[in-house]
């Protein structure tokens, strides 16, 4: 009587289990905006699962020209992965899998109603243990194509919906095939292929019982039940995944103790063979990109989209330049040449070579040597860094020419601010100058200059621009403050790759383009899946990139990286910078043909001891001078011919008076470039004309000989701030500094 009435009560609890959990369904499908579709047309084989790069010969705008070639050396494929046939796969495997993942599997329509409901009251009220859950094999299919595990109602009803979608579209052998060429097996194994001839040096037609019930015993927890690392752990689940076949007539009993029985031969290469097939750092970044678009256009998750590259047979149309790429790649195996020991080991350092009419990224290279693995950090595109100098041009100097608040003559006096904290900035080295004009404050990347053209754009605008206009999408509303937009003491830094993309702006007129690694992908029977069009944007004028090309061409000349070689051949600009306690080295310079960015520094940050030229800038000059030989050299930086050239006097930034020539520096006559408009005007007042006394320097008097006095023009100009104890070059070019 006792039993009965158990009985009842739990027939009774299930039923109401059953009524709440539908009553909860119905309200979720209801009221929840779910996606419910998932396209299986990507997951279909071609003729072949190997995905190929193909490049482009191109014009020196970046467009592609003639055919399309293939990169021979770069095809990307899952190790021993390769798609297989419902029809090809022998029947022990399939019916492993189906006996321990999914035992109704060819009499539910997707979902298996009795064994969600089961799942979800042990769920809810641990009525027993069970060793399977209450996904479906096309359940699971959708979770591998989406990646979605999340523990919520809506996902496992999102999850229900699409596995009953797929199955009105898709056959079981259909599901299956999909399934079992798709699934984790660990070992970096997608799909029974690849995990047959990881683990047993076979082809899937060639397995043993065993050896297929050991395979479908990975599947409950990949790490756990892998027949490598753990073999007794996959012996125990092995033995479940036999017994389940043998409960649904799929074997014998002679054919169950046979394999129970079979020790299995394990491949004992199989960490040496993971590391074999290594990509390029391009293929690396282009992998990357590809997984994001894919995982972004079509819901799928990391996983389905690395399947769908890996084994998915695409084509993909890059717009790398294999000669530059290999430049980029020798250089930096050979990078004891070029770099300096610092405390018993040497620096990494990465690269990005954009064309800078296109945007698009024709070199990469994320580290120094040997590239020892896949999927390792790429510092090119992975890490994030303080820019230091080189985001001078960027937050503070394009913007503020284009506002129109600083042009080539604008003047501010190279002098510390003084703070709570003592004088700050510092330059670096700690030098000031006083009076100077924009050129050259640029060429020797003066701090005090930058803030105060900071504080004359604005924070606000400075930062906006980052964000907005050149994409730098890490910056925090920490960033908005003088150090870290003066400075490039940015918070969480940013990418050599975002960084040298923004510098394209000024050889492409004003417009900067996504860095793209691909132009489209194509499936395996010629359908494009993605497509990543340029998305050109104006952000600044024609203008002001030839004004900001003249102001970076002053660097290489005679500033921070006038060492430059490359220099002597071919036009060429570009900034340096350097981070707080020289943690990073930075130089993102650019020709007519390419813009090339360089950092340099530790993955643990420590000081970088520079001897001399910038590491960053001697790789810089190691790879553009060879990518530009047999480049027609009669070519200029991008120029308007809205911008005129105009004599001023570096001290006042007004035009020349006859009292600028009697400056004894002798160098106070500079040619600026300026959008029509902008130029100086007025005449110089700074420059005043006296005669000085040569036995002392000082001001003649009444007791110079005015056989011997000196004709010379002195600054009439006097500082309010007390800076006595900090020295400022051109205070002994004031009249005042001659007074007695």
């Not at 797929?166 to 056959?171: F, L, R």
């Not at 009444?702 to 600054?715: G, H, P, V, W």
Request: aromatic share 10%; charged share 25%.
């Amino acid at each position: 009587m006792k039993k009965k009435r158990k009985s009842i009560w739990k027939f009774f609890l299930v039923i109401s289990l059953a009524l709440i959990l539908l009553s909860v369904f119905s309200v979720i499908v209801i009221n929840a905006n779910l996606d419910k579709n998932i396209d299986l047309t990507l997951l279909r084989p071609g003729t072949t699962s190997i995905t190929r790069i193909y490049y482009y010969d191109k014009d020196i705008y970046g467009n592609p020209v003639g055919e399309a070639r293939e990169l021979t050396e770069e095809q990307i494929f899952l190790g021993k992965s390769e798609w297989r046939s419902y029809y090809d796969m022998p029947s022990d495997l399939v019916n492993a899998f189906i006996a321990v993942e999914d035992h109704r599997f060819y009499k539910h329509n997707g979902v298996d109603w009795l064994r969600t409901l089961k799942a979800a009251a042990n769920y809810i009220i641990k009525l027993g243990k069970t060793e399977f859950g209450g996904s479906t094999i096309t359940q699971q299919l959708v979770k591998n194509i989406t990646g979605d595990n999340r523990q919520t109602p809506k996902r496992k009803i999102e999850e229900i919906i699409r596995a009953l979608n797929i199955e009105k579209h898709a056959g079981k052998h259909q599901i299956l095939e999909m399934y079992l060429n798709i699934v984790y097996l660990s070992q970096n194994c997608y799909g029974i292929c690849s995990a047959s001839r990881t683990y047993f040096g076979k082809e899937p037609e060639e397995l043993t019982l065993a050896e297929c019930a050991s395979l479908a015993s990975i599947v409950k927890s990949p790490t756990k039940y892998d027949p490598y690392k753990y073999p007794e752990n996959n012996y125990k689940r092995r033995k479940i995944v036999l017994s389940e076949m043998l409960e649904h007539g799929m074997i014998n009993e002679e054919e169950y103790n046979i394999a129970l029985s079979e020790e299995l031969k394990i491949n004992s290469n199989i960490e040496q063979e993971n590391n074999s097939g290594i990509f390029s750092w391009y293929t690396e970044a282009l992998i990357d990109d590809i997984t994001n678009d894919l995982m972004l256009q079509y819901n799928l998750s990391h996983e389905g989209a690395n399947m769908l590259l890996y084994k998915g047979g695409l084509k993909i149309y890059s717009p790398i330049e294999p000669n530059v790429q290999k430049i980029a790649e020798q250089v930096f195996r050979g990078y004891q040449a070029y770099l300096d020991i610092q405390n018993g080991e040497y620096p990494q350092a990465s690269c990005v070579v954009i064309n800078p009419y296109t945007g698009d990224i024709v070199a990469l290279v994320g580290g120094t040597g040997e590239k020892e693995g896949n999927r390792i950090l790429n510092r090119a595109t992975n890490i994030k860094r303080p820019l230091g100098s080189v985001i001078k041009p960027l937050s503070v100097y394009a913007p503020a020419i284009e506002r129109g608040i600083l042009s080539y003559s604008t003047v501010f006096d190279d002098v510390p601010i003084l703070t709570e904290d003592g004088p700050w900035p510092k330059n670096s080295p700690d030098v000031y100058h006083g009076l100077t004009d924009l050129e050259y404050a640029v060429s020797r990347s003066l701090n005090t200059y930058s803030v105060l053209g900071l504080r004359a754009l604005g924070v606000d605008n400075s930062f906006n621009f980052l964000k907005n206009e050149l994409g730098f999408v890490n910056l925090t509303n920490d960033d908005k403050n003088e150090a870290p937009l003066a400075l490039g003491q940015l918070t969480n830094g940013e990418s050599l790759r975002t960084v040298t993309s923004s510098y394209a702006m000024m050889q492409n007129g004003g417009y900067v383009s996504n860095a793209r690694t691909y132009y489209k992908v194509t499936d395996s029977f010629g359908n494009n899946i993605l497509e990543n069009e340029k998305n050109y944007k104006k952000v600044i004028s024609e203008e002001t990139a030839s004004v900001m090309n003249n102001l970076l061409s002053s660097v290489t000349r005679e500033g921070t990286a006038r060492n430059t070689i490359i220099k002597n051949v071919l036009p060429v600009a570009g900034k340096t910078g350097t981070t707080g306690n020289s943690y990073d080295k930075w130089f993102v310079g650019y020709t007519p043909y390419y813009v090339c960015g360089v950092w340099v520094g530790f993955d643990t940050p420590q000081s970088i001891v520079q001897n001399g030229k910038s590491p960053a800038v001697t790789l810089f000059d190691a790879i553009m001078s060879e990518a530009h030989k047999n480049k027609n050299t009669d070519v200029l930086l991008f120029s308007s011919g809205n911008v005129i050239k105009v004599q001023y006097c570096r001290d006042s930034g007004k035009l020349v008076c006859d009292n600028c020539r009697l400056d004894p520096r002798l160098n106070r006559i500079n040619t600026g470039y300026f959008i029509k408009g902008t130029e100086p005007t007025d005449i110089c007042h700074l420059h005043k004309k006296i005669y000085i006394d040569p036995l002392t320097g000082m001001l003649s008097n009444d007791n110079t000989s005015q056989f011997i006095r000196r004709k010379i023009a002195l600054l009439d100009y006097s500082r309010a701030l007390n800076l006595t104890d900090i020295e400022i070059l051109d205070e002994r070019f004031t009249i005042r500094s001659r007074t007695r």
